[in-house]
């Protein structure tokens, strides 16, 4: 019987941020800044026939929290929604908001929860040195993934502690 051989050594490293960001302009802010400014000297690639840019969003998710308050402010019911990208996100919350026959079903008047809104984007970044790896940022971490060169966080850790919002 054959053996498995290691073909990589490949690498994970979690940054746990003190305090969550703070809303979905900042976090998405972040993102965007990462993508048109490119901190990382990513550099695009071809694969499958198609050229990619050197970071690009590889998947992302959004949801948010909107409580049904009565009148004496006690919550009576809950709405999570979950969306596939920051402008589902704004619209599904401007949606719920202003959804009057939800509030009378539940009993109560809509009121935001952003504390417990929940946001991640996983990025995918092409290294000069031919090495794809990914950066997932959310509300609490900033997680690298599959990488095999300490440069490369090393450079990721870098930009990390230039960003307020992750220290």
């Known amino acids: 019987m054959a053996d498995f051989v290691e073909t990589s050594n490949t690498k994970t490293a979690v940054r746990q941020i003190p305090a969550p960001i703070a809303d979905i302009a900042t976090f998405e802010a972040i993102v965007a800044g990462v993508i048109a400014d490119n901190p990382f000297g990513c550099v695009e690639y071809v694969q499958g026939g198609s050229t990619h840019p050197g970071v690009e969003r590889n998947r992302e998710s959004y949801s948010l929290r909107v409580n049904y308050e009565d009148v004496e402010g006690n919550v009576v019911g809950t709405v999570t929604v979950k969306a596939p990208d920051m402008a589902a996100f704004n619209a599904a919350a401007t949606a719920v908001l202003n959804d009057a026959a939800l509030e009378t079903a539940l009993g109560g008047d809509a009121v935001r929860n ?53 220290n």
């Open 114 to 166: 952003p504390d417990a809104d929940a946001f991640s984007c996983q990025l995918k970044c092409h290294d000069a040195s031919g090495e794809t790896y990914y950066v997932a940022l959310a509300r609490e971490s900033v997680r690298i993934t599959s990488y095999e060169d300490d440069a490369v966080l090393a450079t990721v850790e870098t930009w990390a502690d230039g960003v307020a919002a992750l």
